[in-house]
């Protein structure tokens, strides 16, 4: 299993990849399209995973999967998002997440991220296998009602925005739930020996500050 790390703008993607076989994580908002594009040409394109519906993980969704042909997969409960973000509203917590909300909330709100044509659901404990890979879907919700990770072959976990790495690694800095969001945070923790790959910041060690 191979994990290239794909840096957008101030944002993460990932293609998981399994020989030429690959899933992508994650695909960026509209100005990385080129650049995740180029990344995902290399592979046998198999599936889309969005670990929630923000357009800065979201946005080119629906364009690489017509593009490759293939379909997307979120959770359910991040659906409501392709209708407006507003739908779930976002509370941040510490300096870090005040300057973060304060600088991308606008954007957040009025990026409308397209929905895709051919979607999924995916929920804790789906297997990935069917798609190439080996990969299982974890749900981590509390920074989107939705939010989920994709905890590759045991020892490699994509957390989305359950974690950040902005400045250290930590809890989410934006939520809209906090017991939820710590919920997940401890969940990761207690999954052990993990690289960790976050949806904004450098991957690390299973190592982040917990919100309490
Ligand atoms: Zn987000
Ligand atoms: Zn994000």
Redesign the pocket.
Known sequence: MNITWIKCKTDNCYLVSSGNDAVLVDTGSSVSYDKVLEECSNYNMRLIVL??V?F??AENAAKLAERFDVPVAFHRADLELFESFDKQP?VSYGIVGKVVLDTSLKV?RSTKVVKPDKTIFIKEGDDLSEYGIDAKIIELPG??KG?IGVDVAGTDLIV??ALDNWITPAT?H?YTSRSNLISSAERIRSLGDRTLYY?HGKPTGNAFKLLK
């Open positions: 670990t929630h923000h800065d993980h976002m957040l920074h989107t939010s989305g925005d989410g934006l949806g």
